[in-house]
């Protein structure tokens, strides 16, 4: 190990249990721990060098944006960490993220749905995956609407090698904590009741460097954090 290496290992090892101790306080007070929260850190522009030092510093949940850097970085880092394709996936690539991915948390349509599970015949267990929905309303979001969401999940339910395990939302990019409150606790209130295969109830996707502590406090179960554990976004 270099000693660049192991300073960046040393930055993210510090950043990631900042992080931590964000979610723990935030977990806290909704009556929950911070163990019940999974910190996805989103490695998406960083060279596979840099994801290696985050996984030796302790990350063990990595998120990535697009199918062509999965298959750049997954192959070469060591350390087994679970991967989850976080971004939108075109159906032309949904092969290729079935093949690399462990997970799949932007499922935003039926179509999509449907391509997945055509792919799945040779995995040696159903994909875990999350329904994407647009809780923003905003025509750039992917995901279906919220009064589609619950007949979606259920139709997505029925198809072969999928498992549904909750519900996946991108909130307002806005500095106004209100609207993305308000995103969080329409995706939490969707999954009221929401009949899934997953242990413990339907997870929640939502929050990411800007927002997780409003989003745990609203219900999350899972966060996307990227620059609060690598800084500022590579480019």
């Known amino acids: 190990m270099t000693a660049d290496h192991e ?10 249990d900042s992080v931590r101790e964000r979610v723990a306080r935030a977990a806290d007070q909704s009556g929950r721990t911070g163990d019940e929260v999974t910190v996805i850190a989103v490695s998406k522009t960083w060279p ?9 510093a302790g990350v063990t ?9 999965g298959q750049a970085k997954i192959p070469a880092v060591t350390g087994s960490p679970t991967w989850h394709l976080v971004g939108h996936l075109q159906r032309n690539k949904a092969r290729v993220a079935v093949e690399l991915f462990d997970a799949i948390q932007s499922v935003d ?13 040779d995995l040696a267990s159903d994909l875990p995956i999350l329904v994407q929905v647009n809780t923003s309303g905003e025509t750039s979001k992917s995901g279906f609407d919220p009064s589609e969401t619950v007949d ?10 999928l498992r549904v395990d909750g519900l996946m939302t991108i909130a307002t990019l806005s500095d106004d904590e209100a609207e993305a409150r308000r995103c ?8 009221t ?11 929640l996707s939502m929050g990411m460097s800007g927002d997780f502590e409003a989003a745990i406090e609203e219900g999350a179960t899972i966060v996307r954090v990227g620059t609060a554990i690598f800084g500022q976004r590579a480019v």
């Open 7 to 16: 300073k960046r290992v040393a930055e993210i090892r510090e950043n990631l």
């Open 48 to 56: 596979v060098d840099v994801v290696q030092a985050a996984v030796d």
């Open 61 to 69: 949940e990595l998120g990535e944006n697009r199918v062509q850097e």
């Open 109 to 121: 349509s039926l179509r999509l749905a449907r391509t997945l599970s055509n792919h799945t015949k």
């Open 152 to 161: 979606a999940v259920s139709e997505i339910s029925t198809l072969e090698g």
């Open 184 to 191: 969080f606790s329409t995706l939490r209130d969707l999954a």
């Open 193 to 203: 009741g929401l009949t899934v295969e997953s242990d413990g109830g339907p997870e």
